[in-house]
């Protein structure tokens, strides 16, 4: 498996201190989801990263991209 993304989705902003996502963030939720297809798991980290960002503001652009072989 490979997991592309931009530093749109490792620097997203959210919670109370506007904490950044991280790429812990990222490995956590590919993790959780390493059982499911590639859609699945990117599925799983992009509502992840909307649910950290919650109403903030979207900032940088994102792109993420699951490879599953």
Known sequence: MLVFYSDGISE???????????????????RRAAGGTARE??????????????NGALGDDRTLLVLKV
């Open 12 to 30: 997203a902003h959210g919670g109370p201190g506007q904490e950044l996502f991280r790429s812990e963030g990222i490995v956590e939720s590919v």
């Open 41 to 54: 798991i990117l599925e799983a980290v992009w509502a992840r990263v909307e649910r950290h960002i919650g």
